[in-house]
T-cell receptor, first 111, second 115 residues
Framework: SQQGEEDPQALSIQEGENATMNCSYK?????LQWYRQNSGRGLVHLIL?????REKHSGRLRVTLDTSKKSSSLLITASRAADTASYFC???????????FGAGTRLFVKA | EAQVTQNPRYLITVTGKKLTVTCSQN?????MSWYRQDPGLGLRQIYY???????DKGDVPEGYKVSRKEKRNFPLILESPSPNQTSLYFC??????????????FGSGTQLSVL
């Protein structure tokens, strides 16, 4: 079962613009995480937000979590060509031991 | 260097020929997991292990086996591979999930083609 669903599926922006990706999920969660993947390589953890948190920052990344709407957003500010990658949200379900991934958003940043 | 090591990176095989993809982590993590990644479907969990000798099915376990005899190793076994198991496979590990959350560390992936 797919827990997280990202929106949009693909996003193309100019360098310097902000990129926003959204994630929706279905069940109660302990936390929500965002990962980055460069063309078929392993995923790299970006940021984790716990279910009792509403917003978190890490460098140019800002994550929000709305548990009432079961949704999260990832904002990358002042994007760079090197940010070109696929971004996945992943949810750790309450009471379980699974981290479930969505299908991802492909971000392309044009120089 | 802390890492998850998967081997091989690429593998081409034929239907029915048993194969094993190895995974090893050097971070003393208790939790290990296997995922497969297919276009448009994201990562789907195959099996996971909470600790030595403790394994459980993920969302797509059919056609796969795993074992966890040592804490650092978590091999994925395909007893009789079929073409629908052609995919990109990832091993991942973390400290204990479900206890406040721990991030996953991923291997570099194994691209498997079953002809």
């Amino acid at each position: 079962s797919q827990q997280g669903e990202e929106d949009p599926q693909a996003l193309s922006i100019q360098e310097g613009e902000n990129a926003t990706m959204n994630c929706s999920y279905k069940t109660s969660i302990n936390n929500l995480q965002w990962y980055r993947q460069n063309s078929g390589r392993g995923l790299v953890h970006l940021i984790l937000i716990r279910s009792n948190e509403r917003e978190k920052h890490s460098g140019r990344l800002r994550v929000t979590l709305d548990t009432s709407k079961k949704s999260s957003s990832l904002l990358i500010t002042a994007s760079r060509a090197a940010d070109t990658a696929s971004y996945f949200c992943a949810t750790e379900q309450t009471g379980g031991f699974k981290t479930i991934f969505g299908a991802g958003t492909r971000l392309f940043v044009k120089a | 260097e802390a890492q998850v090591t998967q081997n091989p990176r690429y593998l081409i095989t034929v239907t029915g020929k048993k194969l094993t993809v190895t995974c090893s982590q050097n971070m003393n993590h208790e939790y290990m997991s296997w995922y497969r990644q297919d276009p448009g479907l994201g990562l789907r969990q195959i099996y996971y292990s909470m600790n030595v000798e403790v394994t459980d099915k993920g969302d797509v376990p059919e056609g796969y086996k795993v074992s966890r005899k040592e804490k650092r190793n978590f091999p994925l076994i395909l007893e009789s591979p079929s073409p629908n198991q052609t995919s990109l496979y990832f091993c991942a590990s973390s400290q204990r999930p479900g206890q406040g959350g721990e991030k996953l560390f991923f291997g570099s992936g194994t691209q498997l083609s079953v002809l």
